[in-house]
């Protein structure tokens, strides 16, 4: 009778944790900073050795394909300048009828406490789809009406670098948690 007790209230127990577990966001860290992710993010096992840490964000009604978080890590130092990045990042992209791509992306720089620097880039336009993405063989896809959020992270363990990309739908719903995301690393 007691062992069935105590067996019962530990499976219980795991129950409860799991369903904690199931209601929370994975903690992510970029060297010694951490902040926990939206519990809707799926994390997946990164699709390369460049990527660090990688997410699908659920997609919206109405779009087609879910968004993608990617983080990369490339060494200290490692990665480029950031307007090499911001660059490429851009050169990813066609913009948007009668824009050029400097008017259809917004770069941003702010202080994570006393710890980060972080350049902000969202861009909109036809996500010009490669994979792996420097491979001159791969084929291109384009992707009409897709977003871009790349944020440099920039702390003494870094570079990181983080790319949202998606449709815009998406990654519009997504932006407030991923800006609570971003600006919660402690």
């Known amino acids: 009778m007691k062992i069935s007790v105590i067996v019962g209230l530990g499976l219980a127990f795991l129950a409860g944790l799991n369903?904690?577990?199931?209601?929370?966001?994975?903690?992510?860290?970029?060297?010694?900073?951490?902040?926990?992710a939206p519990a809707g993010w799926k994390r997946q096992n990164p699709s390369n050795k460049l990527r660090m840490a990688q997410f699908v964000i659920p997609k919206v009604d109405g779009d087609k394909e879910d968004a993608e978080l990617v983080v990369f890590f490339f060494g200290k130092g490692g990665g480029g300048s950031n307007d090499d990045?911001?660059?490429?990042?851009?050169?990813?992209?066609?913009?948007?009828?009668?824009?050029?791509?400097?008017e259809a992306t917004k770069v941003?720089?702010?202080?994570?406490?006393?710890?980060?620097?972080v350049v902000y880039v969202d861009m909109h336009g036809t996500y010009k789809y490669k994979n792996p993405p420097f491979d001159?063989?791969?084929?291109?896809?384009?992707?009409?009406?897709?977003?871009?959020?790349?944020?440099?992270?920039?702390?003494?363990?870094?570079?990181?670098?983080?790319?949202?990309?998606?449709?815009?739908?998406?990654?519009?719903?997504?932006?407030?948690a991923f800006d609570e995301w971003i600006k919660g690393f402690k």
């Open 19 to 36: 369903l904690v577990y199931a209601g929370g966001g994975e903690v992510v860290e970029l060297g010694a900073l951490k902040s926990k």
């Open 85 to 102: 990045n911001i660059k490429r990042w851009k050169g990813q992209f066609l913009p948007p009828d009668g824009k050029s791509m400097d």
């Open 108 to 117: 941003d720089k702010f202080k994570i406490g006393k710890v980060a620097e």
């Open 136 to 176: 001159p063989n791969a084929k291109e896809v384009r992707k009409e009406n897709f977003r871009r959020i790349g944020v440099i992270f920039d702390s003494d363990d870094g570079p990181f670098f983080i790319t949202l990309t998606g449709p815009a739908k998406t990654i519009e719903k997504s932006k407030g």
